[in-house]
Every structure is written in C-alpha cells, then in structure tokens.
C-alpha cells in the first residue's frame, strides 16, 4: 500500500466496448496500452466528468443513451454473471473501517454485489442506485434481504442518506457521477476518519481474448475510449479525494460456465441485448463462445480474478 494513487487504477467508461487489443489479457491498465477487459459499473449522471476529457468524439447524447441502458431489467438480470468479488476485497474493506459507527454507504450499488457480502460484516450498508431493476435484483439475490442492508433507488446526489459513514465504497461507479455534488452530499455524512474507496475486478490472463476482442469490436455500440483517463487522479485534481492507499488482492481461481461467461457482457451498457438485434446479439454470442469453447473443461472455464482498491479521503469542493 502506498500514499499515491495506483497507476492501473483508471476509469473506463463503456471498457467492455473499448477493448485494446494489444492489452488483450490485463485486467487494468497497467500503462497507456493496457487495459481491462471489461467489468465497470457505468452509472448515470457520471458522463459530464468522462465526456470532457474525450473530446468531440464522445458526446453527452451518445454517454446517455448507453448509461441509461441500466434501466433495462434484461441488463440487470444478466449482472449477476460477472464475477463476483475476491474475499479478501472484504476484509480489506473492514481494515479501512476505523470509526464507529460501522456504517457503510455504497455508492452506485448496482444489484449489490459490494453491499450484500459486506452487510453482515458491519452495522449498516446503505446501498444507493438510481437503476430500479437494479435495485429490485439486488434485493432478490443472496443476502439482498439481510436485516443490516438498506437499499434506496435515487442518484447520490439526491439520495437520502442516514449516516455518519465510516466508510463510502464505489464498485466501479464513480466515473459518470456529478463528481461536485455528489460529494458535497456525502462529505457531511462522513466520520472523521472515512475513506471513499474504488473498487474494480475482473479476470487476468486470458488466452482467448483476441477472439473476444473481435465480437466486442464488431458489435459495441461505444467506440471511443481515452486510455489515459484515471478517475481517481481525476477526482483528485478536481480536490475531492485526498488519496491515501491502494492495494491489489491476490489472484482467485473462478470456474464459470460458458453460457453465463457470454451473458455477462450483456450485463455492460454497450453490449446489452435492447441495444442490439436479435440477429446481432446471436451474432455476438457465437462469435465469443467459439473463442473461449477450445479452453472450457467440462463446460467451465477458468478464470483468475484479481481487484484493485483506492481509497482516499473525500472531500467537499
């Protein structure tokens, strides 16, 4: 762990649509030309702070039209194939907590995949998301209906929050928000020693990525992508975050079937199912189940998953 903010802990906005090729099996862009394979969270309300750094290619229509495909309750049903979180993303979530009450504001939540593995572990998780089917999936799943887990559907900016927070978790979600006002909302609401922490996990080293590579370029609906853009060094220039750690957990092996592997790209708002044509979306299924069939045993495929963590000290502008 270390005072600065780690260099592969970058945003990436629509990353399951913007595939480097030549960082076909990194998880997280390790320098400019690397890049994750694609299991962000895109919130919306957050392209105001992507699209600026873009330029003329990325529109705010275009960031838009894509985040809101979170509101489809075909995206939020195929969230729950991603990967979950490695366990030890939980216990180094508990050694920032320091301050009582052991409160919990998960921020961007999505179906809970941070919220409901934590909520046993601390008093309270607030679990906020402006997605409804999100929200409704979520509080389906295991440990969704836990007594120590509150959900609330609302952007951040606008929720209701029930604090003082000893500890605010971001699973990839920070990078569409309206960085100003949301932390203007959170910051009363904190203890005074909470950390805001951004979180980001997928799978590493995956020698069937080149053919994943193809059915992403040829049917993403996002294009564009600014590999240099760090949402943590963004949040920080902009004096929100006062950075204080960053830790990577060590590589977990996770078997997964191939159908649901191919599902879960639909879970990302750049290949969702209602953005794509029947034909499209069969199209896209094959083309990904035949890279990644020759590498399946007995149906599963293996996947090492590893999850970065950064987190700082939030700060009102």
């Known amino acids: 762990m270390n005072g600065s903010t780690c260099s592969y802990m970058r945003a990436h906005p629509l990353a399951a649509a913007d595939v480097d090729p030549q960082g076909k099996n990194q998880m997280f862009p390790l320098n400019d030309r690397r890049k994750r ?48 979180y490695p366990d030890e993303v939980f216990d180094r979530l508990l050694e920032l907590i320091v301050d009582e009450p052991r409160r919990v504001l998960d921020i961007g939540a999505g179906e809970g995949a941070l919220a409901r593995p934590l909520a046993p572990r601390v008093e309270h998780v607030d679990a906020i998301d402006f997605s ?33 927070y000893a500890l605010v978790t971001a699973g990839a979600s920070i990078h569409w928000m309206p960085w100003e006002e949301t932390f203007a909302r959170i910051v009363p609401h904190l203890t005074p020693n909470a950390q805001l922490v951004v979180i980001e996990h997928g799978p590493v080293d995956m020698p069937w990525w080149d053919g994943v590579v193809q059915a992403i370029k040829k049917h993403s609906r996002k294009k564009n992508h600014d590999t240099n853009y760090n949402v943590v060094d963004a949040i920080r220039d902009r004096g929100l975050l006062d950075p204080t750690g960053t830790a990577r957990t060590a590589p977990v092996t996770y078997h997964q079937k191939i159908a649901d592997y191919v599902e879960q790209f639909h879970s990302t708002s750049s290949l969702a199912r209602d953005l794509m044509t029947p034909e499209e979306a069969a199209d896209f299924d094959t083309i990904v189940e035949e890279a990644v069939r020759p590498y399946a045993h007995d149906g599963l495929l293996e996947l090492t998953i590893q999850a970065e963590l950064s987190w700082g000290r939030p700060l009102a502008a």
């Not at 529109?59 to 509101?71: G, H, I, K, S, Y």
């Not at 440990?143 to 900016?157: A, F, K, R, T």
């Open 37 to 84: 394979a694609g299991y962000d969270r895109e919130h919306v309300g957050r392209q105001q702070n992507s699209v600026s750094r873009r330029g003329p290619r990325s529109t705010l229509r275009d960031m838009t039209e894509l985040a809101v495909t979170f509101q489809q309750p075909a995206v939020a049903e195929a969230y729950q194939h991603r990967p979950p």
């Open 132 to 164: 409804e089917p999100m929200v409704a999936a979520g509080k389906r799943r295991p440990g969704g209906d836990h007594p120590n887990l509150s959900w609330q559907v609302n952007p951040i900016e606008a929720a209701d929050l029930d604090g003082p």
